[in-house]
């Protein structure tokens, strides 16, 4: 077949692939690039719900640099997501070490293990809600019980993000463990068999042989944790509401109370974009070290 031939061939192809195509980009762009346009659109303007529309530039963005309580919000999605990310993925990759060894009734442990993140976040909120309470929860009984004095949890502003970061970590642990644990299970058995003729410790094994090779998992579970924990709100919002005072309001609540609160939407958009931002360059970056340690 000459070369002109396969041309006109593909070129037919095209045309016949195309209507096939079309659904799908029709949903593209009403669901996430009209959206994120006129989003940016909204940006760059005031504008309140009932009121004006009015150009202003880059003014919200500019006003975004000056708000003391927005800058520390973004303090606050930093440090919850830190938290958020470390924990769970070190005791997930524990977790998966554990539940990748054969024991009786493993199966069994396994799925107990995973059941909290089976529930909504919703669902577990209002039962951590209620567990935190510092006259009527269960938790400050059992601390009591045994004679450690109780605490206030999340009615406390140095505590609080440290007790929503303890349910995040009860919840997505799971997650991170059964990432991780597909990675054990294509691991090869070669590598561990030369150590153990050599003499390696379990210890030696794990951090020289088993963190290298099921390294590009764990990074896709931080990525995988670190967006979601950046976005968190729901667990926030029905635990603490961003209390005591804003001492929990993360960027998310600051945006819903911009957007739904205060009505101010030219703002609450910039805050999106701003918000969007973060998440990408945060991703790219954990991308970034995934693809480095893969081709070392």
């Given at each position: ?30 669901v996430?690039?009209f959206?994120?346009?006129f ?32 800058l520390?919000s ?8 830190a ?31 995973i ?6 976040p ?21 601390l ?28 997505w642990t ?42 590009p ?17 729901d ?5 603490s ?8 309001e993360?960027?998310?609540l600051?945006l ?5 609160s ?16 973060i ?7 954990l ?10």
């Amino acid at each position: 077949m000459t070369a002109a031939a396969t041309g006109l061939r593909g070129r037919n192809y095209a045309r016949n692939y195309w209507p096939f195509l079309l659904p799908a980009g029709v949903v593209v762009l009403a669901v996430i690039i009209f959206p994120w346009l006129f989003t940016l659109y909204m940006s760059v303007h005031e504008f309140k719900v009932g009121g004006d529309f009015t150009f202003i530039g880059l003014d919200n963005y500019l006003r975004l640099t000056t708000d003391d309580r927005f800058l520390w919000s973004v303090v606050r999605t930093l440090y919850f997501t830190a938290l958020s990310v470390v924990l769970p993925v070190v005791l997930g990759v524990a977790a998966a070490v554990t539940f990748h060894k054969k024991f009786p009734m493993r199966g069994i442990a396994r799925t107990i293990f995973i059941l909290p993140m089976m529930a909504t976040p919703v669902a577990v909120a209002l039962v951590w809600t209620m567990t935190f309470h510092p006259q009527l929860g269960v938790l400050n009984y059992l601390l009591t019980s045994v004679g450690i004095p109780p605490s206030q949890w999340t009615y406390d502003s140095v505590s609080v993000i440290p007790t929503l970061v303890m349910v995040e970590t009860w919840q997505w642990t799971p997650l991170v463990m059964l990432i991780v644990l597909g990675g054990l299970a294509s691991l090869p058995i070669d590598p561990y068999e030369a150590a153990t003729l050599d003499g390696a410790s379990g210890w030696d094994m794990f951090r020289h042989i088993t963190v290298p090779l099921v390294w590009p998992h764990i990074i896709v579970a931080t990525v995988i944790r670190t967006i979601d924990a950046l976005k968190a709100f729901d667990l926030i919002f029905v635990i603490s509401g961003g209390g005591p005072g804003t001492s929990s309001e993360t960027m998310n609540l600051f945006l819903y109370l911009q957007a739904f609160s205060f009505y101010n939407m030219g703002y609450a958009a910039a805050v999106t974009v701003v918000f969007f931002i973060i998440i990408l360059l945060v991703s790219l970056l954990l991308f970034s070290a995934r693809q480095q340690k893969q081709w070392q």
